[in-house]
């Protein structure tokens, strides 16, 4: 059909030339134009059917074996709809499908009842909830689901909003529906990625599937194919203890996102944009360039180059940077040791030690927070504590070190990166961010398997990853793939738990250092710290904010046991999603020899600078 449409807009253009002469004008071939409304409708009509369940929901007993079932229909109508619903609110589309925790809101610093979901689904399958909070979790749920419905009824889907919103799916498949995220008492996360699958082949054939058919029906059948296995794998692996995520992210859902990335290319219909956590081109998730450091960067340093990397690099190993010259980046994030120290706490600027422990820098871009505590919100903010810290560089951001400047070298440095030499700190910060920010691995024997490139995990590797991704729960609060706390698919925000880590490894009592709690005061932030990557933690012992593991067994026998709720501390606001794993020695041992194929310090980021100067482009 598109085919002729073009040879009759040709045709009439031969026609239309002046005087009759075989004159033909060059002819620009216009996007094909795609009815979005019925794909709209799809999801329309069941984020309504969602709130209609919910509506019936709230009649019945909470603990009734017709509950069970209408809540089940309503996370299947949710799901369907979820990636345009999600997609054009963010906020509302996480609270409706997230953690059943208190919501902190900053701007009026009021703590707000668990709502979502997630909640309902507590109070569904566990029980014990008083039939009124009952009501009015479903009451503040609908609330939630009515926004998303008006939005999918009265904003127009598009090709950004459609290919955007998919990718976003796929990610969420991977990353929350098959490693217990979305439904973590139900576990109903296998049937649910069954559902977004079956619901992301029906509205590519509601919207752009003739089009890929006409330029490309190997592709089209291709697609369909892949599909069709990743359902009938899902379907014949029901147990969600036992799923083997790795088989099926590795043969069954990276065929589909790469169909999906050449589907979108194929199509002509949008390129892509440079706003969003993707890089929309990656062919999978786990690819090394699969994420947009740009969108991870503050916008005043973006588009950096080579040159200003190179004077980062050399920043970072500076001690006068420090006010009295005994301190440098370097000092705490130790090249050769994965960018941490191997350190309880690494000494501050009179010998004494530091509060916390130093995490790794490797692939510290890509987090919303920063600092144990979370008190910085972008990487530049961190480094700019530490120069105004008067335990490390003591020096003002506004200041700076006319010291350094008596080596000429870095005269022309700053000449070459600035344009000038800087007569504060504020250039030094930003040119130090820019080196950090290459400093990134996705190379390991793990991203390589994921992207098939090698096939080479071990029986224990592979069972130490699905009970990472599934029966332990490690993935829900350390995301795949990156396996840190920023939470996917929106990347807005860092997660911060509270485990209740304890003062010693005799775990006797809690430690007393109070977390994220100094900034409001809230008791639903005692002892509440920013979830970390688990990338490269076979590197980065001793282990939690205040080092008190020395081993990764020790570690897992700490959340083996249930944090510090299972040792018996009193945290009425622990946020691990169980009391606890119930996991054997065998299981322990299968998960660190996970952890350990995590180990990328291979950044290679001199190679990346000079091939992105050449390209005019940010690292």
């Known amino acids: ?20 002469k075989n004159q033909m004008a060059e002819v620009v071939p216009e996007q094909p134009q795609i009815d979005w409304e019925p794909a709209q409708k799809f999801y329309h009509k069941h984020i309504t059917k969602a709130v209609e369940l919910i509506d019936s929901l709230a009649q019945m007993d909470a603990e009734s074996p017709q509950a069970k079932k209408l809540f089940k229909k309503l996370r299947v109508s949710f799901k369907k709809s979820e990636p345009y619903a999600a997609y054009l609110n963010p906020a509302v589309g996480h609270r409706a499908n997230g953690p059943a925790l208190p919501i902190f809101v900053e701007d009026t610093e009021r703590v707000l009842s668990p709502m979502g979901l997630q909640k309902m689904e507590e109070s569904i399958f566990e029980g014990g909830e008083d039939p009124a909070v009952f009501k009015r979790e479903t009451e503040l749920t609908k609330g939630l689901l009515v926004n998303l419905m008006e939005n999918t009824g009265e904003r127009p889907l598009d ?8 990718h976003q799916q796929l990610l969420r ?3 929350l529906g098959i490693s217990g995220f979305d439904t973590p008492v139900s576990q109903l996360g296998l049937e649910e990625s069954i559902v977004s699958l079956e619901a992301l082949y029906t509205v590519y054939e509601l919207s752009i599937q003739e089009l890929v058919q006409e330029k490309n029906a190997q592709l089209d059948a291709e697609f369909k194919t892949n599909v069709d296995k990743a359902i009938k794998y899902l379907s014949e692996h029901t147990d969600f203890e036992t799923f083997d995520r790795y088989t099926f992210i590795r043969d069954f859902m990276h065929p589909i996102t790469r169909n999906w990335v050449s589907i979108r290319k194929e199509s002509g219909l949008w390129e892509g944009v440079n706003n969003k956590p993707f890089n929309f081109d990656a062919p999978t998730f786990f690819e090394k360039d699969a994420f947009n450091l740009t969108y991870f960067t503050p916008p005043v340093n973006r588009n950096t180059n080579y040159k200003q990397i190179a004077l980062g690099e050399k920043l970072f190993f500076e001690p006068r940077l420090a006010k009295n010259g005994t301190m440098a980046c ?24 530091l509060q916390r422990n130093s995490p790794t820098l490797i692939n510290v871009a890509f987090q919303k927070s920063f600092f144990w505590d979370g008190r910085a919100e972008n990487l530049l903010d961190q480094i700019s504590s530490v120069f105004t810290n008067e335990q490390e560089f003591a020096s003002g951001v506004h200041e700076f070190s006319t010291e350094i400047l008596n080596d000429s070298v870095y005269t022309e440095m700053f000449k070459d990166a ?5 007569t504060r700190n504020t250039d030094v910060i930003r040119a130090i961010s820019s080196y950090i920010s290459t400093l990134n691995g996705f190379d390991s024997k793990f991203d390589r398997n994921m992207r098939g490139e090698e096939a080479n995990f071990t029986d224990e590797e592979k069972l130490g990853m699905n009970l990472f991704m599934g029966k332990a729960l490690c993935a829900t609060c350390h995301f795949m793939p990156l396996t840190n706390g920023t939470v996917p698919p929106f990347y807005a925000e860092t997660e911060k738990e509270v485990i209740g880590v304890p003062e010693t490894a005799a775990n006797k009592a809690l430690d007393d ?24 933690v076979a590197l980065t012992a001793p282990y939690m904010h205040n080092g008190v593991y020395a081993t990764l067994e020790q570690v897992m026998d700490f959340y083996n046991q249930g944090g510090g709720g299972g040792l018996g501390f009193e945290l009425e606001h622990q946020t691990l999603p169980f009391d606890n794993l119930e996991l054997t020695q065998k299981e322990q041992k299968a998960i660190i020899a996970f952890m350990k194929t995590l180990t990328d310090t291979n950044v290679d980021h001199k190679e990346k600078q000079k091939s992105n100067l050449v390209a005019g482009t940010q690292p």
């Open 159 to 166: 090709a950004q909003r459609f290919f955007i919103a998919t």
């Open 513 to 536: 250092d109070l977390g994220f709690y100094w900034r409001y005061e809230k008791e639903v932030h005692y002892g509440m710290f920013k979830t970390p990557t688990v990338r490269n």
């Open 418 to 422: 600035y344009g000038k030499v800087s």
């Open 173 to 175: 498949i991977i990353s």
């Open 330 to 353: 370097a000092t705490c994030h130790i090249p050769e040791k994965a960018y941490a120290d191997n350190r309880v706490a690494n000494l501050d600027n009179t010998g004494n030690p």
């Open 1 to 20: 059909m598109f085919k002729n449409l073009l040879f009759i807009a040709v045709f009439l253009c031969i026609l239309s030339c002046k005087d009759g």
